[in-house]
């Protein structure tokens, strides 16, 4: 099975920040890797799939980049409503797995 | 407009047995591939099982095989999980998910993805 880490667990950032979060793959899955966001008591919500391509809807100042085991979310010129948890996903094979979360608070 | 509705959740003796479901509406339930997720408390998101359109193919996480078993019925565009042997770790959120797949210009394969939610029902596993 493959095993997904995210990294950091949490971060502290201000309004206007950039800030990035990283994803590894315990083995190689191409580009296959999602991003979700979920806001507290709230079902979680696409961001993006195959690594880098945006989903319909999404801000332009969130950015992924990455393959084979290494990805990063970069969300750019922070926003209130970014404030989430953030959790990545591979979609590589079964069984698909998530990284633990990566909650990003305000400073 | 995509819905995603589950019920079924509740409050389950360890051991026990509990049936979920998904009302699915504002798309075509029988094109796609649907999942449950589920989160625990203060966890992060776990993948549970997915059901294929026709219900051809069906995977299932390790934690749970054997024990959950994931259905559907086109007909009723609903989506269904049997949970049963259930324990205490088994308590959390339950999201039912509606699979999107995508082709990407530059690569040679699809691309899958979770792109419709439930709001989720809650399972919780005590005595």
């Known amino acids: 099975d493959i095993q997904m880490t995210q990294s950091p667990s949490s971060l502290s950032a201000s309004i206007g920040d950039t800030v990035t979060i990283t994803c590894r793959a315990s083995?190689?899955?191409?580009?296959?890797l999602n991003w979700y966001q979920q806001r507290p008591g709230k079902a979680p919500r696409l961001l993006m799939y195959a690594a880098s391509t945006l989903q319909s809807g999404v801000p332009s100042r969130f950015t992924g980049s990455g393959s084979g085991t290494d990805f990063t979310l970069t969300i750019s010129g922070l926003q209130p409503e970014d404030f989430a948890t953030y959790s990545c996903q591979q979609s590589s094979t079964f069984p698909r797995s998530f990284g633990q979360g990566t909650k990003l608070e305000i400073k | 407009e995509v819905q995603l509705v589950e019920s079924g959740g509740g409050l389950v003796n360890p051991g026990g047995s509990i049936r979920l479901s998904c009302a699915a509406s504002?798309?075509?339930?029988?094109?796609?591939?649907m999942n449950w997720v589920r989160q625990s408390p203060g966890k992060g998101l776990e993948w549970v099982a997915s059901?294929?359109?026709?219900?051809?193919?069906?995977n299932y996480g390790d934690s749970i095989k054997g024990r959950f078993t994931i259905s559907r019925d086109n007909a009723q565009n609903s989506l269904f999980l049997q949970m049963n042997s259930l324990r205490a770790e088994d308590t959390a959120v339950y999201y039912c998910?509606?699979?999107?797949?995508?082709?990407?210009?530059?690569?040679?394969?699809?691309?899958?993805?979770?792109?419709?939610w439930g709001k989720g029902t809650t399972v919780t596993v005590s005595s």
């Open positions: 504002g798309f075509t339930f029988t094109s796609h591939t």
């Open positions: 998910a509606r699979e999107g797949v995508r082709g990407v210009e530059k690569f040679l394969t699809n691309f899958y993805y979770m792109d419709a």
């Open positions: 083995q190689d899955i191409g580009n296959s």
């Open positions: 059901v294929s359109h026709k219900s051809r193919y069906i």
